[in-house]
T-cell receptor
Framework: QKEVEQDPGPLSVPEGAIVSLNCTYS??????FMWYRQYSRKGPELLMY????GNKEDGRFTAQVDKSSKYISLFIRDSQPSDSATYLC??????????????FGQGTELSVKP | DTEVTQTPKHLVMGMTNKKSLKCEQH?????MYWYKQKAKKPPELMFV???????INESVPSRFSPECPNSSLLNLHLHALQPEDSALYLC????????????????FGPGTRLTVL
């Protein structure tokens, strides 16, 4: 079983839809949770960063962490064609000497159709 | 300046060649990373440098040799690569100065697309 599971999609939605992207994980030591967006042939770009449980909102994006269920989500409201990309969840624990090693999900490919 | 730059953008090399990838950041970050990414896969961590010292080597073959000449620069020296090493090589950096959490926000460069013939 992988430490982080993410449905690879592809996911296709019409413009204006609400998109829900999810990851589950097995390691209860994870404390930091990130969402990255990666456009084709580009490097990943950090979208959202959450420490421990709770919600965080930034414009059209909302990140949720439910540590009791080991489940994280990214919601995109009013989706736009420019949101078409691969979305990667990433997470790690508190151990300092791991030097920033992130555990990534497989990535979900999202396509928003005009 | 919140940018990580990488050169070259594309590289084609033969199995007997020696080449180097370069990465630069001017954000004052003290942690720098090399990742390898194959198509439709997540990035795989290769190396981590913290304060210019190698802190993590994810059992990468010795034909990949990292170097951190100073706090802003990171190189990856390539020698005797195999066709299966063809991939997108990503460099990233993070603050790394303020405890465990400061490693999390990693800023990625655009990558070098490497093809080994």
């Amino acid at each position: 079983q992988k430490e982080v599971e993410q449905d690879p999609g592809p996911l296709s939605v019409p413009e204006g839809a609400i998109v829900s992207l999810n990851c589950t994980y097995s390691n209860s030591a994870f404390q930091y949770f990130m969402w990255y967006r990666q456009y084709s042939r580009k490097g990943p770009e950090l979208l959202m960063y959450t420490y421990s449980s709770g919600n965080k909102e930034d414009g059209r994006f909302t990140a949720q962490v439910d540590k009791s269920s080991k489940y994280i989500s990214l919601f995109i409201r009013d989706s736009q064609p420019s949101d078409s990309a691969t979305y990667l969840c990433a997470m790690r624990g508190m151990i300092y000497n791991q030097g920033g090693k992130l555990i990534f999900g497989q990535g979900t490919e999202l396509s928003v159709k005009p | 300046d919140t940018e990580v730059t990488q050169t070259p953008k594309h590289l084609v090399m033969g199995m007997t060649n020696k080449k180097s990838l370069k990465c630069e950041q001017h954000m004052g970050h003290r942690a720098m990373y090399w990742y390898k990414q194959k198509a439709k896969k997540p990035p795989e961590l290769m190396f981590v440098y913290s304060y210019e010292k190698l802190s993590i080597n994810e059992s990468v073959p010795s034909r990949f040799s990292p170097e951190c000449p100073n706090s802003s620069l990171l190189n990856l020296h390539l020698h005797a690569l195999q066709p299966e090493d063809s991939a997108l090589y990503l460099c990233a950096s993070s603050d790394g100065r303020l405890g465990s959490g400061s490693y999390n926000e990693q800023f990625f460069g655009p990558g070098t697309r490497l093809t080994v013939l």
